[in-house]
């Protein structure tokens, strides 16, 4: 069984930069493909990043530029930096995970907060 454990939410002004983590337990990590997603308040949960075993990323059109991330084999982590954050990026983030044969994310980390103020 998968887990997740996320960490690195909090609360920043317009501007400034976080780095979420997410630790992956339970498999081989090198075999899952793993996602960032958010949901901001009445919105629907949206993917904003993703990168395969490889390092091959997706980025969302919404924060190209702005995120980094990137996976640490040794660690079993991948991580999300956030620069220049903005308001509309206020949501709570998830990890996610999925098996490099699958079509859908399986497990999900608990989600952590971030909340930008203007």
């Known amino acids: 069984q998968v887990q997740l454990a996320e960490f690195g939410g909090g609360m920043v002004q317009a501007g400034d930069s976080l780095r979420l983590s997410c630790v992956f337990y339970g498999r081989d990590f090198s075999l899952y493909v793993m996602g960032w997603f958010r949901q901001a308040p009445g919105k629907e949960r949206e993917l904003v990043a993703q990168i395969t075993s490889g390092s091959s990323t997706y980025d969302a059109d919404s924060v190209k530029g702005r995120f980094t991330q990137s996976r640490d084999h040794l660690k079993n982590t991948v991580y999300l930096q956030m620069n220049s954050l903005k308001p509309e990026d206020t949501a709570i983030y998830y990890c996610?995970?999925?098996?490099?044969?699958?079509?859908?994310?399986?497990?999900w980390g608990q989600g952590t907060q971030v909340t930008v103020s203007s």
């Open positions: 996610a995970s999925k098996h490099i044969g699958s079509t859908e994310y399986e497990y």
